[in-house]
């Protein structure tokens, strides 16, 4: 069965490779572009929950809504997503396995990656197949 993606997921790849293309970076580049705005993406819902929180507990100090309401929105306690702490670093970019799979299923260059040695023990005959 065939994994079928949204459209802006599909569009977003297709920009970051002619990004890529047009600065001449190569796939692994692109990769890390990709996975940083997934964590961008995932940072910006991160912030709009806050805020979603934030709106709730002024609207139960106010005493809009009902009081189980009122009660719930109240217990709730969150700080603030830091960015810094949102988005790895170069090293750790690779780890955030989901991402790297939506790249890859997403479109071609699938051979030029899994080609290369993952941690020592892949060669190209074997493909990265364990």
């Not at 490779?17 to 796939?27: A, H, N, P, S, T």
Request: charged fraction near 30%; hydrophobic fraction near 40%.
């Amino acid at each position: 069965m065939a994994l079928v993606y949204p459209f802006r997921y599909r569009i977003v790849r297709n920009a970051l490779v002619l990004f890529g293309k047009l600065l001449r970076v190569g796939e692994e580049k692109q990769i890390d572009w990709y996975v940083r705005l997934r964590c961008t993406r995932l940072y910006l819902l991160h912030v709009k929950d806050f805020l979603r929180i934030r709106i709730r507990r002024l609207q139960a100090s106010m005493g809009l809504g009902t009081a189980e309401q009122i009660e719930r929105w109240s217990k709730r306690s969150v700080t603030f997503p830091r960015l810094r702490s949102s988005i790895p670093k170069n090293e750790a970019l690779r780890q955030d396995y989901e991402s790297v799979f939506t790249w890859l299923t997403l479109g071609g260059g699938r051979d030029s990656y899994l080609s290369r040695p993952a941690h020592g023990s892949c060669n190209r005959a074997a493909r990265c197949i364990d």
